[in-house]
């Protein structure tokens, strides 16, 4: 079973910086969609933006412009780079990946048969 797990979160003031990390211990994700979410106590999980496996990249709107998702060229971590954050990015995020992604793990290829999600990593934003 794959455990997808965040890092990089942590406190910084408004107009920061913090960069996400997200990886599976001896994994390369070698065909996936995957996205980070982010979840407010009392509300739903929000995508916060998207790689899909055709190296498609999509934002929500609030984060467009100052955040930018990427993956290293192993394709071993996932990362989010948050720019000039704002109070409102107050968070834990999540790191996922898509039913049908394709691992290769222990030298042996790997279909994810659902959504996979990390255990998220708190991100606190203050003025």
């Known amino acids: 079973q794959v455990q997808l797990v965040e890092s990089g979160g942590g406190s910084a003031q408004t107009g920061g910086s913090l960069t996400l990390s997200c990886a599976a211990s001896?994994?390369?994700?070698?065909?996936?969609?995957m996205s980070w979410y982010r979840q407010v106590p009392g509300n739903e999980r929000e995508l916060v933006s998207s790689?899909?496996?055709?190296?498609?990249?999509k934002y929500v709107d609030s984060v467009k412009g100052r955040f930018t998702i990427s993956q290293d060229n192993a394709r071993t971590t996932l990362y989010l780079q948050m720019n000039n954050l704002a109070t409102e990015d107050t968070a834990v995020y999540y790191c996922?990946?898509?039913?049908?992604?394709?691992?290769?793990?222990?030298?042996?290829?790997?279909?994810?048969?659902?959504?996979?999600w990390g255990r998220g990593t708190q991100v606190t934003v203050s003025s």
């Open positions: 001896g994994a390369i994700f070698a065909r996936c969609s």
């Open positions: 996922a990946a898509e039913q049908g992604c394709v691992i290769r793990m222990d030298g042996y290829y790997h279909t994810l048969q659902e959504k996979t």
């Open positions: 790689l899909d496996k055709d190296r498609i990249i």
